[in-house]
Structure formats: structure tokens, C-alpha cells
């Protein structure tokens, strides 16, 4: 039921109460009962008047854009409006009750005291609807905000360099006339991470425990593109492997490190995965490009950054020297 719907029966019961109440009653009773009518038909309709004022103000100057404006003009309107109807309220009760009508030093001092009351109870008003309106605003604003995030994060987890596809279909076409039972071993370790990128991109965080899974499809695909050259290591503790990170963050990092770091038989890449107090390091002998360009690896761990950022306070680590560089990634616990 509307707010205007309930004044409305409010005031159409107590006229009906007045006039079937004033035949059973005194004259001075009913003067004191329609006195009494008059005062609550009167604060009805201030009331009314004001919300259907703020109703208006709300679309032609909402408070979070014209927060000042809109204080002085709805202050000023509601007074002027409630005082206008306190007046006329006023004059029928005097001309209902008395054959004088009122003077003017009746009028000027029910208007002060109109006006000392009505000012500090349409500015508690003003209050409590600016609260109102700055809380949805709040709301709205972290709905939006978290809106955002998602879908950044649906973007950040669906990374993938493009190469990875290309190169890979390449390797399975030479296989195909090469050796038959390879290239559908092959074949299948390649579905089964494509199968994990799609999965992953329905959820936020994976277990260790299936994250390196996936790693051991993907590093099969590795070993066979680039054979003796990439060398890998992994040595998890089996109590962390419950413990959580953001899905294809160790096959970013293994990425990371192949595309920025000179490979061949000479000197073949090698890569340390292991875990330790609370924490899951990728490591690899560092023996960057040539054509490398300072920095340039960035990207790819300002995305780890940010993918991390969501879920917990704890930092990414990064350690480099002339022999080795480390990256350090915290594993999240549903505590965090």
C-alpha cells in the first residue's frame, strides 16, 4: 500500500469520525474534538506536501549532484508549503470556532513558532534522507565496483599467449607423419589443457593440487617441442597441495620464463617448482635474450600481481641475481 494511498484513508476516517462522533457529543467537546481533527488533518498534510516534494527534488536535483542546492531549496519550499497550510488550517479552525478572524499578532507569532519548529524537524528529515540516498549510493557503487572486478578477473584468467596454440598445432602436424602413437598422446595432453583453460574460466580460485595436474599436461607439450632443452623440477609438500591459487598461474610463470630467457642444448632452461612456508616459488637459471629488452616481462607478472590482489593482502615475491630468477606466489587458505 502507497504512503499517499494511507494518508488518504487516514483522512478520510477522521472526517468520518467527526461528523459521526458530533452527534453524541457536547459543544465543547466537539470543539475540542475537531480542534484535535484539525491539528492531525494539518500535520497529514505537511507531511504529504513535504514527501511529495522531496519525490520531486529527488529527479530535479538529487542530493549526491546538487547536495547544497538542493538543501536551501527544499528547506525553503518546505517551510514556505507547511506554513501555508498551517495558515490555512489556522483560519478555518478560528473561523469554524469564533466569528473573529484572526489578527495579525496571532498570525506573526504562530508563524515564528510554526517556523522554530518546522526548521529543525525538516533539517532531521534533510539528514536521515541524505544518509538514505548516500547509503544506496554506497551500495550501487560496490555492486559496481565488484562488477568491475569480475570481469577484469575473467579477462586476467583467460590469458593465454596466442603462440602457445600455434606453436603447438605446428608440433602436432609434424608428429602426425612422424610417429603415429606420439602425436595422439600428444594430441590428448593438448586437449587436456585447453579442457583446463575453459574449466578455469569458470572459477576464481583452484586447488595446488589440480593446478599442477594441469601443469603436468602442459609440461608434456613442453618436453616434446623443445625435448632436452627445457628441464623441470617439482617438489610440492603434499599439506599444501589443498591449499589454493588463481587457476594458470603456474603456466603463466613456466611461460613467462621460456619467453624471456635464451634456450639450447648448451645451455638448457631449467625450472625449480617447490613450496615452502606458505608460499609456492618458480624458479629458473637466468640466461635472458639477447634482444631482451629491460623490464619486458612485466606484463605477465603485473597480471599475477593483480589476479592475486583480489583474493588476499599477502604480496608476490620477486628475486632476481646473475644466476637465477624467483618468483614467490602465497597459496591462499578459504581463511584468508
Known amino acids: 500500500?502507497?504512503?499517499?494511498?494511507?494518508?488518504?484513508?487516514?483522512?478520510?476516517?477522521?472526517?468520518?469520525?467527526?461528523?459521526?462522533?458530533?452527534?453524541?457529543?457536547?459543544?465543547?467537546?466537539?470543539?475540542?474534538?475537531l480542534t484535535a481533527g484539525l491539528i492531525t488533518i494539518t500535520l497529514a498534510l505537511v507531511w504529504l506536501c513535504n514527501w511529495l516534494l522531496t519525490r520531486k527534488l529527488d529527479k530535479?536535483?538529487?542530493?549526491?549532484?546538487?547536495?547544497?542546492?538542493?538543501?536551501?531549496?527544499?528547506?525553503?519550499?518546505?517551510?514556505?508549503?507547511?506554513?501555508?497550510?498551517?495558515?490555512?488550517?489556522?483560519?478555518?479552525?478560528?473561523?469554524?470556532?469564533?466569528?473573529?478572524?484572526?489578527?495579525?499578532?496571532?498570525?506573526?507569532?504562530?508563524?515564528?513558532?510554526?517556523?522554530?519548529?518546522?526548521?529543525?524537524?525538516?533539517?532531521?528529515?534533510?539528514g536521515i534522507q541524505f544518509l538514505s540516498n548516500w547509503k544506496n549510493a554506497q551500495l550501487?557503487?560496490?555492486?559496481?565496483?565488484?562488477?568491475?572486478?569480475?570481469?577484469e578477473l575473467t579477462t586476467l584468467k583467460n590469458h593465454l599467449d596466442p603462440h602457445f596454440l600455434f606453436n603447438n598445432l605446428n608440433?602436432?602436424?609434424?608428429?602426425?607423419?612422424k610417429d603415429k602413437n606420439l602425436s595422439q598422446s600428444y594430441l590428448e595432453k593438448f586437449a587436456d589443457v585447453y579442457r583446463n583453460i575453459l574449466q578455469s574460466s569458470k572459477e576464481e580460485l583452484v586447488?595446488?593440487?589440480?593446478?599442477?595436474?594441469?601443469?603436468?599436461?602442459?609440461?608434456?607439450?613442453l618436453e616434446i617441442r623443445f625435448e632436452d632443452t627445457i628441464q623441470t623440477f617439482i617438489d610440492v609438500r603434499k599439506e599444501d597441495h589443498l591449499k589454493l591459487i588463481p587457476p594458470l598461474t603456474l603456466q603463466m610463470l613456466i611461460e613467462n620464463a621460456i619467453k624471456h630467457n635464451?634456450?639450447?642444448?648448451?645451455?638448457?632452461?631449467?625450472?625449480?617448482?617447490?613450496?615452502?612456508?606458505?608460499?609456492?616459488?618458480?624458479?629458473?637459471?637466468?640466461?635472458?635474450?639477447?634482444?631482451e629488452i629491460k623490464n619486458s616481462n612485466n606484463s605477465g607478472l603485473d597480471n599475477i600481481r593483480r589476479r592475486y590482489s583480489y583474493f588476499t593482502d599477502k604480496k608476490v615475491q620477486i628475486f632476481e641475481n646473475t644466476d637465477s630468477f624467483i618468483v614467490k606466489i602465497p597459496l591462499i587458505e578459504l581463511e584468508d
Not at 171 to 177: N, R, Y
Not at 267 to 273: D, G, H, N, Q, S
Open 140 to 151: 550501487a557503487s560496490e555492486q559496481f565496483q565488484k562488477e568491475t572486478i569480475r570481469a
Open 207 to 221: 586447488t595446488l593440487n589440480d593446478e599442477l595436474k594441469f601443469i603436468a599436461s602442459y609440461l608434456y607439450l
Open 171 to 177: 608440433i602436432l602436424s609434424s608428429l602426425i607423419s
Open 60 to 126: 530535479k536535483l538529487p542530493w549526491l549532484k546538487y547536495g547544497n542546492k538542493r538543501f536551501y531549496w527544499q528547506l525553503g519550499l518546505g517551510i514556505l508549503l507547511s506554513l501555508l497550510i498551517i495558515n490555512i488550517s489556522y483560519l478555518g479552525l478560528k473561523l469554524g470556532l469564533t466569528v473573529d478572524p484572526p489578527n495579525q499578532q496571532q498570525l506573526i507569532t504562530m508563524n515564528v513558532l510554526g517556523t522554530l519548529i518546522l526548521l529543525p524537524t525538516i533539517s532531521i528529515n534533510f
Open 262 to 291: 635464451a634456450i639450447s642444448e648448451l645451455r638448457p632452461l631449467k625450472i625449480y617448482v617447490s613450496s615452502q612456508n606458505g608460499f609456492i616459488s618458480v624458479k629458473n637459471n637466468y640466461q635472458p635474450k639477447k634482444t
Open 1 to 33: 500500500m502507497s504512503r499517499k494511498l494511507i494518508i488518504q484513508l487516514v483522512l478520510a476516517l477522521v472526517l468520518t469520525a467527526g461528523v459521526f462522533l458530533s452527534l453524541y457529543f457536547t459543544d465543547a467537546e466537539r470543539e475540542l474534538y
